[in-house]
């Protein structure tokens, strides 16, 4: 390893150069006590200038940055820019198999551009984790896992394929094969180093373990005292070619924790809480850290759970320093005593060992009494909207009146009449002894007393010939899924004696819930057999149906044909209750329009209600063998009962053994035919990896940037449209442009799998960008889904945005798009953006945007842009049917960024008569320099290219 390949100080302006032993082992460090100011600066900021330090170089990082970074006022405003050069990559297959594929075109390019291939090549460590393309076809039943593991490689072997050629073509990248683990776990069970060292010209260094992500939670290794977060995976790519990040220096938030958490309160009452807090707070583009004497008695899991919901309250990063709860968590999860002692050594020496006498200056201060937690839940559309428990069904029957269609007065007569029990009162319906109809149970949903007008029952008869009662609000998804929690010991052993305890009294899941167990490693159903609680589990229908992200990334898999049926026959509004980190509108199934966030001791609550229209404090979950009722509360385990389980079950030989081989896969893996090369072979038949046309007639000199002239406006959109809406991940419409794309490649319905699964297809996701079913484009009046007007028409038809753009594209017409507040909030999904630039969309003018998302339009050559403070596009009086001019870009031609660009809306024949144009200066949204950088190159990608050749 030399030095060119591994960016280290070359000026050393600070005198920090140093070194230190720990083990036995002499390293060489960088001494951040050498700077003004280290002192009292936030751990997280502690981290960024040591890097600043090692990576010296006077151009890109200077002495004056690493001064500015000692001397940091947290109360300013973000105003220096500065280079962080993250450790290493980590990523997972929806977003990693795109960063791969662009890879392997750069290679292509480099050596068209008369470079050398190879110099396109990881220079920080990469690993990738399989866990985001597993689906829970199968659930219910003990093959469950095997069979979705085998249809997991009859959909995705071509992508796995490539990603073992990656894995052999790349030097320093790392592939985590399928049906391991969910990838923010393995992070921090067993990737994370928390002490990094790398050997560079024959000695050895040691420095923070720093890392970027191709998924927004990556922030879930921040509770292991590791500064990361997620990144669209155009900066990823260009991490791992050695280009620096370029950012301000954030402001800074103090969490204080104090007190203990409540018997009954869970660690994910705790985190939607502070997502709660810090969304009301605003923390968007700032890190949030958590100190105080209360740290120490915070578990590092259930700081790696709160770390993990960061993009939920908006922060960059959201992070605990280390302690000896960090060596514990190392000593448990298998690392070596050599690694602990070093992560000991060097965080004490460097002053990143957390001492609560120390408060370091912050720029805002928030604080937390544990003791005040309650049970809660989020939803039905966005993490943040907490509920507390107590009142979840107040204010589901709040909620449901925005989702239910209305009922017509006789339906719930009309089946009580044919069902012989009172409409007022209806109950479980024996069926006649003579024949063979089995018991047919009503959802509570009924029996709670939802107004006539919102309840719609519905019968519904199962394959095995079962029949019950379907109706608004039934729970029709359990699924216990998602780093989040399942990464949680504590959480996952309560709801382990939960099913347990509902077990041994006889009580069992709903039979319209579609119950899932889709943990985040192995290590957790280890823990689940040693502990005795995988058949009380199994009872109640909570079978392992895949180790990956499963439900929470939309990979919920059907619903049985019956009930899917029943609820779309039928307009019926049902829900989903997932242990997860995301619930927006048509993510976790096209067939369920309420989604909510719980813990997954309330996850196994629900299923056995079946309903959220229930109140657990005065509704019985249903009857032991005395006939007595059961509450919740009857079977919620004590805190005491939960520890002694983990101890009694949990301990570090599982890890051990687990992750032994975790780079070397099942038989499956291991026998899959891998291409080989330098150079990427690409089949031109394949739909799941194809080469895409970022670099087609790239020169090695950028074309000069131009302004925007008479684009159309493609969408016009609302608040808090995620990428989710913007790049769904979930299931493809046969009658979509992307349906009917694989329908014309000779691709049968049944072998679509997901818009995520295919992301390494260009062609699919052009389609499917804004093809979420729940997105609103207000263009169109009542129309929910992929649509727009097609101003190309001579009446503005509606049409499929995919067709709509290719037919501006035709015309050389230039798109906008308008958008509200938290523009591209979610997911750090750079197909998002990739989509909106290969659809011809030059600009995107919001009301505000989420920190990846923005980035990720830079890195892709659109520009994003704001409305002036206060205002959006309807309150300035736009419409969308306008003719959009924006001048004023071109001064980045001479290398200045303007703070606004001058917006023109000039009124069509689409418009209203008598309109007047329309003007207004928009706020640019290209924030430093190496932004600026990337924008005129037309994209990141495009500039590391040039840099390299």
Same mark, same amino acid.
């Not at 947290?74 to 990559?89: A, H, N, Y």
């Not at 709040?398 to 719930?412: C, K, L, R």
């Given at each position: 390893?030399?030095?060119?390949?591994?960016?280290?100080?070359?000026?050393?302006?600070?005198?920090?150069?140093?070194?230190?032993?720990?083990?036995?082992?002499?390293?060489?460090?960088?001494?951040?006590?050498?700077?003004?100011?280290?002192?009292?600066?936030?751990?997280?900021?502690?981290?960024?200038?040591?890097?600043?330090l090692r990576t010296e170089d006077g151009k890109n990082v200077t002495k004056e940055q690493i001064a500015a970074l000692g001397a940091w006022k947290p109360e300013s405003d973000p105003d220096t820019e500065i280079q962080f050069t993250p450790g290493r990559v980590i990523m997972q297959d929806f977003t990693g198999v795109p960063c791969i594929v662009d890879l392997a075109t750069m290679r292509e390019a480099v050596g068209e551009l008369g470079g050398d291939p190879t110099k396109i090549n990881p220079l920080a460590p990469a690993e990738l984790v399989i866990d985001h393309?597993?689906?829970?076809?199968?659930?219910?039943?003990?093959?469950?896992?095997?069979?979705?593991?085998?249809?997991?490689?009859?959909?995705?072997?071509?992508?796995?394929?490539?990603?073992?050629?990656?894995?052999?073509?790349?030097?320093?990248?790392?592939?985590?094969?399928?049906?391991?683990?969910?990838?923010?776990?393995?992070?921090?069970?067993?990737?994370?180093?928390?002490?990094?060292?790398?050997?560079?010209?024959?000695?050895?260094?040691?420095?923070?373990? #720093?890392?970027?992500?191709?998924?927004?939670?990556?922030?879930?290794?921040?509770?292991?005292?590791?500064?990361?977060?997620?990144?669209?995976?155009?900066?990823?790519?260009?991490?791992?070619?050695?280009?620096?990040?370029?950012?301000?220096?954030?402001?800074?938030?103090?969490?204080?924790?104090?007190?203990?958490?409540?018997?009954?309160?869970?660690?994910?009452?705790?985190?939607?809480?502070?997502?709660? $807090?810090?969304?009301?707070?605003?923390?968007?583009?700032?890190?949030?850290?958590?100190?105080?004497?209360?740290?120490?008695?915070?578990?590092?899991? +259930?700081?790696?759970?709160?770390?993990?919901?960061?993009?939920?309250?908006?922060?960059?990063?959201?992070?605990?320093?280390?302690?000896?709860?960090?060596?514990?968590? $190392?000593?448990?999860?298998?690392?070596?005593?050599?690694?602990?002692?070093?992560?000991?050594?060097?965080?004490?020496?460097?002053?990143?060992?957390?001492?609560?006498?120390?408060?370091?200056?912050?720029?805002?201060?928030?604080?937390?009494?544990?003791?005040?937690?309650?049970?809660?839940?989020?939803?039905?559309?966005?993490?943040?909207?907490?509920?507390?428990?107590?009142? =979840?069904?107040?204010?589901?029957?709040?909620?449901?009146?925005?989702?239910?269609?209305?009922?017509?007065?006789?339906?719930?007569?009309?089946?009580?009449?044919?069902?012989?029990?009172?409409?007022?009162?209806?109950?479980?319906?024996?069926?006649?002894?003579?024949?063979?109809?089995?018991?047919?149970?009503?959802?509570?949903?009924?029996? =709670?007393?939802?107004?006539?007008?919102?309840?719609?029952?519905?019968?519904?008869?199962?394959?095995?010939?079962?029949?019950?009662?379907?109706?608004?609000?039934?729970?029709?998804?359990?699924?216990?899924?998602?780093?989040?929690?399942?990464?949680?010991?504590?959480?996952?052993?309560?709801?382990?004696?939960?099913?347990?305890?509902?077990?041994?009294?006889?009580?069992?899941?709903?039979?319209?819930?579609?119950?899932?167990?889709?943990?985040?490693?192995?290590?957790?159903?280890?823990?689940?057999?040693?502990?005795?609680?995988?058949?009380?589990?199994?009872?109640?229908?909570?079978?392992?149906?895949?180790?990956?992200?499963?439900?929470?990334?939309? +990979?919920?898999?059907?619903?049985?044909?019956?009930?899917?049926?029943?609820? +779309?026959?039928?307009?019926?509004?049902?829900?989903?209750?997932?242990?997860?980190?995301?619930?927006?509108?048509?993510?976790?199934?096209?067939?369920?329009? $309420?989604?909510?966030?719980?813990?997954?001791?309330?996850?196994?609550?629900?299923?056995?209600?079946?309903?959220?229209?229930?109140?657990?404090?005065?509704?019985?979950?249903?009857?032991?063998?005395?006939?007595?009722?059961?509450?919740?509360?009857?079977?919620?385990?004590?805190?005491?009962?939960?520890?002694?389980?983990?101890?009694?079950?949990?301990?570090?030989?599982?890890?051990?053994?687990?992750?032994?081989?975790?780079?070397?896969?099942?038989d499956r893996w291991k026998n899959l035919e891998t291409p080989t090369g330098a150079v990427f072979e690409w089949n031109d038949e394949s739909t799941y990896v194809r080469k895409p046309p970022y670099f087609e007639g790239m020169g090695t000199e950028p074309e000069p940037v131009e302004d925007i002239h008479g684009a159309r406006v493609l969408a016009a959109l609302g608040d808090s449209v995620t990428t989710d809406h913007i790049s769904p991940a979930g299931a493809i419409k046969a009658d979509s442009p992307a349906g009917r794309y694989l329908n014309e490649h000779g691709?049968?319905?049944?072998?679509?799998?997901?818009?995520?699964?295919?992301?390494?297809?260009?062609?699919?996701?052009?389609?499917?960008?804004?093809?979420?079913?729940?997105?609103?484009?207000?263009?169109?009046?009542?129309?929910?889904?992929?649509?727009?007007?097609?101003?190309?028409?001579?009446?503005?038809?509606?049409?499929?945005?995919?067709? =709509?753009?290719?037919?501006?594209?035709?015309?050389?017409?230039?798109?906008?798009?308008?958008?509200?507040?938290?523009?591209?909030?979610?997911?750090?999904?750079?197909?998002? =953006?990739?989509?909106?630039?290969?659809?011809?969309?030059?600009?995107?003018?919001?009301?505000?945007?989420?920190?990846?998302?923005?980035? +990720?339009?830079?890195?892709?050559?659109?520009?994003?842009?704001?409305?002036?403070?206060?205002?959006?596009?309807?309150?300035?009086?736009?419409?969308? #049917?306008?003719?959009?001019?924006?001048?004023?870009?071109?001064?980045?031609?001479?290398?200045?960024?303007?703070?606004?660009?001058?917006?023109?809306?000039?009124?069509?024949?689409?418009?209203?008569?008598?309109?007047?144009?329309?003007?207004?200066?928009?706020?640019?949204?290209?924030?430093?320099?190496?932004?600026?950088?990337?924008?005129?190159?037309?994209?990141?990608?495009?500039?590391?290219?040039?840099?390299?050749?």
């Amino acid at each position: 390893m030399t030095a060119k390949e591994f960016p280290l100080s070359t000026i050393n302006s600070f005198g920090a150069e140093s070194t230190i032993k720990a083990a036995d082992t002499e390293y060489r460090v960088w001494r951040i006590d050498q700077v003004e100011g280290h002192e009292t600066l936030p751990f997280s900021l502690k981290v960024l200038l040591e890097n600043l330090l090692r990576t010296e170089d006077g151009k890109n990082v200077t002495k004056e940055q690493i001064a500015a970074l000692g001397a940091w006022k947290p109360e300013s405003d973000p105003d220096t820019e500065i280079q962080f050069t993250p450790g290493r990559v980590i990523m997972q297959d929806f977003t990693g198999v795109p960063c791969i594929v662009d890879l392997a075109t750069m290679r292509e390019a480099v050596g068209e551009l008369g470079g050398d291939p190879t110099k396109i090549n990881p220079l920080a460590p990469a690993e990738l984790v399989i866990d985001h393309s597993v689906i829970a076809d199968l659930f219910g039943q003990p093959d469950a896992f095997e069979r979705n593991v085998e249809l997991e490689y009859e959909r995705n072997g071509e992508r796995y394929q490539f990603l073992r050629w990656g894995q052999t073509a790349f030097d320093d990248f790392k592939v985590v094969p399928p049906g391991t683990g969910i990838v923010h776990q393995v992070n921090i069970e067993h990737l994370a180093r928390v002490t990094m060292t790398r050997e560079v010209d024959g000695v050895l260094s040691a420095y923070p373990d #720093t890392c970027v992500g191709t998924d927004s939670h990556t922030t879930m290794v921040n509770g292991l005292g590791v500064l990361g977060w997620g990144v669209g995976g155009i900066e990823a790519e260009a991490a791992m070619l050695g280009q620096p990040v370029s950012m301000l220096i954030p402001r800074v938030v103090g969490f204080k924790l104090t007190g203990e958490i409540p018997t009954g309160v869970t660690a994910t009452d705790v985190v939607l809480t502070i997502t709660d $807090m810090l969304r009301q707070h605003g923390v968007v583009g700032k890190f949030v850290e958590f100190y105080g004497e209360g740290v120490a008695s915070v578990p590092l899991a +259930n700081r790696a759970t709160i770390g993990n919901m960061s993009p939920e309250f908006g922060s960059t990063a959201a992070i605990f320093p280390i302690d000896d709860v960090t060596l514990d968590y $190392m000593r448990l999860t298998g690392r070596s005593e050599e690694q602990i002692a070093l992560v000991e050594t060097y965080s004490k020496e460097q002053k990143l060992w957390h001492d609560s006498s120390v408060e370091p200056r912050f720029s805002e201060y928030l604080e937390l009494d544990l003791s005040t937690v309650v049970p809660s839940i989020a939803g039905p559309k966005r993490p943040q909207d907490r509920i507390e428990l107590t009142r =979840a069904k107040e204010q589901f029957s709040s909620d449901i009146v925005n989702y239910a269609s209305p009922s017509t007065s006789n339906e719930m007569a009309d089946l009580a009449s044919k069902h012989s029990f009172p409409a007022s009162d209806p109950g479980a319906v024996p069926g006649d002894e003579d024949d063979d109809t089995r018991e047919v149970h009503i959802n509570s949903g009924v029996t =709670a007393g939802l107004p006539d007008h919102l309840s719609k029952p519905v019968e519904v008869t199962s394959a095995d010939g079962e029949k019950f009662v379907l109706d608004n609000g039934a729970v029709t998804i359990a699924a216990i899924t998602s780093c989040t929690n399942t990464s949680n010991p504590s959480v996952m052993l309560a709801a382990g004696l939960i099913a347990k305890k509902a077990a041994d009294l006889g009580l069992n899941s709903k039979p319209w819930v579609k119950t899932t167990m889709a943990p985040g490693s192995k290590v957790v159903t280890d823990y689940y057999e040693k502990a005795g609680l995988w058949g009380s589990l199994e009872a109640l229908g909570f079978y392992l149906v895949g180790y990956g992200c499963t439900t929470c990334i939309g +990979n919920s898999g059907p619903l049985t044909d019956e009930i899917s049926a029943a609820i +779309n026959d039928n307009d019926l509004a049902v829900t989903a209750v997932l242990s997860g980190n995301r619930n927006f509108e048509g993510r976790i199934n096209p067939d369920v329009k $309420m989604n909510y966030l719980a813990s997954p001791p309330l996850v196994i609550a629900y299923a056995l209600a079946g309903t959220m229209d229930f109140d657990f404090e005065t509704q019985p979950l249903g009857q032991g063998p005395d006939g007595a009722d059961v509450f919740l509360k009857d079977i919620w385990p004590s805190a005491e009962e939960v520890q002694a389980t983990i101890d009694s079950s949990i301990d570090s030989s599982m890890f051990d053994e687990q992750y032994a081989s975790v780079f070397e896969g099942d038989d499956r893996w291991k026998n899959l035919e891998t291409p080989t090369g330098a150079v990427f072979e690409w089949n031109d038949e394949s739909t799941y990896v194809r080469k895409p046309p970022y670099f087609e007639g790239m020169g090695t000199e950028p074309e000069p940037v131009e302004d925007i002239h008479g684009a159309r406006v493609l969408a016009a959109l609302g608040d808090s449209v995620t990428t989710d809406h913007i790049s769904p991940a979930g299931a493809i419409k046969a009658d979509s442009p992307a349906g009917r794309y694989l329908n014309e490649h000779g691709v049968n319905r049944k072998d679509f799998n997901s818009y995520g699964s295919r992301r390494g297809n260009h062609e699919i996701m052009i389609r499917g960008t804004f093809a979420n079913i729940r997105l609103k484009n207000q263009l169109l009046d009542g129309v929910e889904g992929g649509y727009t007007r097609d101003f190309t028409t001579a009446e503005g038809d509606q049409s499929f945005i995919f067709d =709509a753009a290719e037919n501006y594209r035709e015309q050389g017409t230039p798109l906008v798009v308008f958008g509200g507040k938290e523009y591209g909030s979610g997911s750090s999904r750079d197909w998002a =953006a990739k989509g909106t630039n290969l659809l011809g969309v030059r600009a995107v003018i919001t009301e505000s945007f989420e920190r990846i998302h923005r980035s +990720n339009l830079i890195g892709m050559g659109v520009v994003p842009l704001q409305f002036p403070e206060g205002q959006s596009w309807s309150s300035l009086g736009l419409d969308g #049917t306008e003719a959009v001019t924006i001048t004023g870009i071109e001064q980045l031609n001479e290398g200045v960024t303007p703070k606004t660009v001058k917006v023109t809306a000039t009124p069509t024949e689409h418009s209203a008569a008598g309109r007047e144009p329309i003007e207004f200066d928009a706020v640019v949204r290209i924030d430093t320099p190496g932004e600026a950088d990337y924008y005129r190159n037309g994209g990141i990608l495009q500039y590391v290219l040039r840099s390299l050749v």
